[in-house]
């Protein structure tokens, strides 16, 4: 059984560029949560894709976007990038409603410089 | 809205010492209560979970309990190992989405 993948693992940006990071969730799982974790603080909820549908949002912009594809992986973009992106990205997987826990991948270090 | 707050850190302690990590939570209905371990340079790892009220998680010799009365979870172990040293978050699933606390940084010295 495979784990959750993330990738790439380190990415430098410069400000108003954008970016896509891509997650591959667990082997039998169907919903997918991206996490923003900035340097000693806590991840904080982007928004949750089940069956290829938002199905939650935390307080982002609208320049925070996803997509989730038939096989569940997902893909994070975020536009117009601003020095405050510069985080930890974290990826969930879990298998329907979060009450049993997700399997996390290890990240993107995103830097915008 | 659903919230955590965990006691602030960092904690150091020496091998073999007690840890007991704070933790409450608000929330409007009946959520289920997670405590995540991260090490330096990883994603999350979940070390155990509770999902009602007077439930136990247990998992490596770390333990946490379901207290609805004082709205707390608060994760414990009773001989800590240099091998702890990480960050523990605790956190709540409301079946929308998970809530995090801000990390607690644990040091253990040998």
């Known amino acids: 059984e495979t784990g959750v993948t993330q990738s790439p693992t380190h990415l430098i940006k410069t400000r108003g560029q954008q970016v896509t990071l891509r997650c591959s969730s667990q082997s039998g799982h169907n919903t997918v949560s991206w996490y923003q974790q900035a340097l000693g603080q806590g991840p904080q909820f982007i928004f949750q894709?089940?069956?290829?549908?938002?199905?939650g949002r935390g307080n982002f912009p609208p320049r925070f976007s996803g997509l989730q594809f038939p096989n569940y992986s997902s893909e994070l973009n975020v536009n117009a990038l601003e020095l405050d992106d510069s985080a930890l990205y974290l990826c969930?997987?879990?298998?329907?409603?979060?009450?049993?826990?997700?399997?996390f991948g290890s990240g993107t270090r995103l830097t915008v410089v | 809205g659903n919230s955590v707050t965990q006691m602030e850190g960092p904690v150091t302690l020496s091998e073999e010492a007690f840890l007991t990590i704070n933790c409450t939570y608000t929330a409007t209905g009946y959520p289920s209560l997670f405590w995540y371990v991260q090490y330096p340079g990883e994603g999350l790892q979940l070390l155990l979970k509770?999902?009602?009220?007077?439930d136990k998680g247990s998992n490596k010799g770390f333990e946490a309990t379901y207290r609805k009365e004082t709205t707390s979870f608060h994760l414990e172990k009773g001989s800590v190992q240099v091998s702890d040293s990480a960050v523990y978050f605790c956190?709540?699933?409301?079946?929308?989405?998970?809530?995090f606390g801000a990390g607690t940084r644990l040091t253990v010295k040998p």
């Open positions: 969930a997987s879990s298998f329907g409603r979060s009450n049993y826990g997700y399997t």
């Open positions: 509770a999902t009602k009220a007077d």
């Open positions: 894709y089940y069956r290829e549908e938002e199905n």
């Open positions: 956190a709540l699933s409301d079946n929308n989405d998970m809530r």
